[in-house]
T-cell receptor, first 116, second 112 residues
């Protein structure tokens, strides 16, 4: 079965510090991978998605970046955090052997980031 | 603009009641619609997926319906239990869109 690991689970960082959140998946090959952010009291916002190694698409302009160095690894980064980057970051996958339109999303447990 | 709306934002019911959560979306050109459950501070758990060609899906006490032409879906929970307390999120995968658009969720509280 498909499993998503996210770490760290909780992170408190000062403004201006760097960020690295990691997501790894098991039980599937060539998945589509996604980073979502959930701000307090708001819905999920897609930040990045990837259909393969080195292929990253960004949905919103921001000071965050994503990388996919391996098929089952997806990393969310920032060089300098802002207060507005606080939120709950969720990694998700969908099977890559079908088109983006037909797939079920599976989510990780999330990483809660607080920027002070 | 492709948007997903969930009403109500919060709902409190006594244990044993049947209840309906609503989801509406602005564009009928969709691939599928998925209902999720989210417990506080946790990730999302998929409950039901309805493909655009389907009218409903059932899993245990849950039944989700889809009326694509009117842009609506409902999640019906029968005989609610305190363990059903959580936030329920609706997500729609629109055609010509690479992600799933999420509603803001309905926070359900089932009182014993």
């Amino acid at each position: 079965s498909q499993t998503i690991h996210q770490w760290p689970a909780t992170l408190v960082q000062p403004v201006g510090s760097p960020l690295s959140l990691e997501c790894t998946v098991e039980g599937t090959s060539n998945p589509n991978l996604y980073w979502y952010r959930q701000a307090a009291g708001r819905g999920l916002q897609l930040l990045f998605y990837s259909v393969g190694i080195g292929q990253i698409s960004s949905e919103v302009p921001q000071n965050l970046s994503a990388s996919r160095p391996q098929d089952r690894q997806f990393i969310l980064s920032s060089k300098k955090l802002l207060l507005s980057d606080s939120g709950f970051y969720l990694c998700a996958l969908s099977p890559g052997n079908r088109g983006l339109g037909a797939n079920v999303l599976t989510f990780g447990a999330g990483s809660r980031l607080t920027v002070l | 603009k492709q948007e997903v709306t969930q009403i109500p934002a919060a709902l409190s019911v006594p244990e044993g009641e049947n209840l309906v959560l609503n989801c509406s979306f602005t564009d009928s050109a969709i691939y599928n619609l998925q209902w999720f459950r989210q417990d506080p501070g946790k990730g999302l758990t998929s409950l039901l997926l309805i493909q655009s060609s389907q009218r409903e899906q059932t899993s245990g006490r849950l039944n989700a319906s889809l009326d694509k032409s009117s842009g609506r879906s409902t999640l019906y929970i029968a005989a609610s239990q305190p363990g059903d307390s959580a936030t329920y999120l609706c997500a729609v995968r629109f055609v010509n869109n690479n992600d799933m658009r999420f509603g803001a969720g309905t926070r359900l509280t089932v009182k014993p």
